[in-house]
Nanobody, 126 residues
């Protein structure tokens, strides 16, 4: 079992930046692949970014590629999402997810993850 708590969301103007954090507790964080997803009202949950257990592999959704960066610090049991050049369409609730996996594969589908945080709201004003 692993518990996930997101933080760092808030209100930002278009073009601004935010850094989300997801702190994990429970079993060995370094054995988990991690992902970020987002969901806006009335829309399906969307893949944002993912990182392998070692940090050696990363992947991004097309809508955030080149603007967002995922990283992890296994010593701190934390995964980060640095979001730059934010757009109003980035407004959503952002969720952190974990999958017990030491594969190098990047998982892009929400059903591939076993544990989820409660989410943190990001609002980008125009």
């Amino acid at each position: 079992q692993v518990q996930l708590v997101e933080s760092g969301g808030g209100l930002v103007q278009a073009g601004g930046s935010l850094r989300l954090s997801c702190a994990a507790s429970g079993r060995a964080f370094s054995s988990y692949a991690m992902g970020w997803f987002r969901q806006a009202p009335g829309k399906e949950r969307e893949f944002v970014a993912a990182i392998s257990w070692s940090g050696g592999s990363t992947g991004y959704g097309d809508s955030v590629k080149g603007r967002f960066t995922i990283s992890r610090d296994n010593a701190k049991s934390t995964v980060y999402l640095q979001m730059n050049s934010l757009k109003p369409e980035d407004t959503a609730n952002y969720y952190c997810a974990a999958r017990n996996s030491i594969s190098t594969l990047v998982r892009r589908t929400s059903t591939q993850y076993d544990y989820w945080g409660q989410g943190t709201q990001v609002t980008v004003s125009s």
